[in-house]
């Protein structure tokens, strides 16, 4: 009987741990994204440049105001290309995908 308890209890946490882990795998919606090289991006081209004076002197704000354009992943992708012409960059694919990754950290999509 104690052993049927063990092992029970064994399989409830394999399951919690599978679950967990097929949980946090669909959570990221930008899996190719590096959201520390976003970050570097973001600083290099000063993308708050303009957001910062925009939003009296904190441009992250825009990211999260109650207002915001931008309520899925892909008009995330899309606001960065539109962006991207206001510091004359031509991101990459992968480019956005990192932008968008960093900046998910404000958006928080799932
Ligand atoms: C020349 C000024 C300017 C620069 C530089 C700029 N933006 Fe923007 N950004 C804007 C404006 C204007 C909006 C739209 C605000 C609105 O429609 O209310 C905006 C909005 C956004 C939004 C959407 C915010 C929301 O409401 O959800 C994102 C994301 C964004 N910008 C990303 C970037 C990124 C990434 C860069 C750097 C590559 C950048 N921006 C550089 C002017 C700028």
């Given at each position: 009987?104690?052993?049927?308890?063990?092992?029970?209890?064994?399989?409830?946490?394999?399951?919690?741990?599978?679950?967990?882990?097929?949980?946090?795998?669909?959570?990221n919606?930008?899996p190719?994204?590096?959201?520390?090289?976003?970050?570097?991006?973001?600083?290099?081209?000063?993308?708050?440049?303009?957001h910062?004076?925009?939003?009296?002197?904190?441009?992250?704000?825009?990211?999260?105001?109650?207002?915001?354009?931008?309520?899925?992943?892909?008009?995330?992708?899309?606001?960065?290309?539109?962006?991207?012409?206001?510091?004359?960059?031509?991101?990459?694919?992968?480019?956005?995908?990192?932008?968008?990754?960093?900046?998910?950290?404000?958006?928080?999509?799932?």
């Amino acid at each position: 009987m104690k052993l049927a308890m063990k092992l029970f209890g064994t399989l409830i946490f394999t399951t919690m741990i599978l679950l967990g882990a097929a949980t946090s795998a669909s959570a990221n919606p930008f899996p190719d994204g590096n959201a520390q090289a976003g970050q570097q991006l973001f600083e290099h081209y000063k993308c708050n440049s303009c957001h910062d004076s925009m939003m009296g002197g904190d441009g992250n704000k825009i990211f999260t105001r109650f207002d915001r354009k931008r309520n899925t992943p892909d008009g995330l992708i899309e606001q960065i290309g539109l962006c991207s012409g206001n510091v004359n960059a031509h991101f990459s694919a992968q480019e956005k995908q990192n932008l968008a990754a960093y900046l998910n950290i404000f958006y928080k999509f799932k």
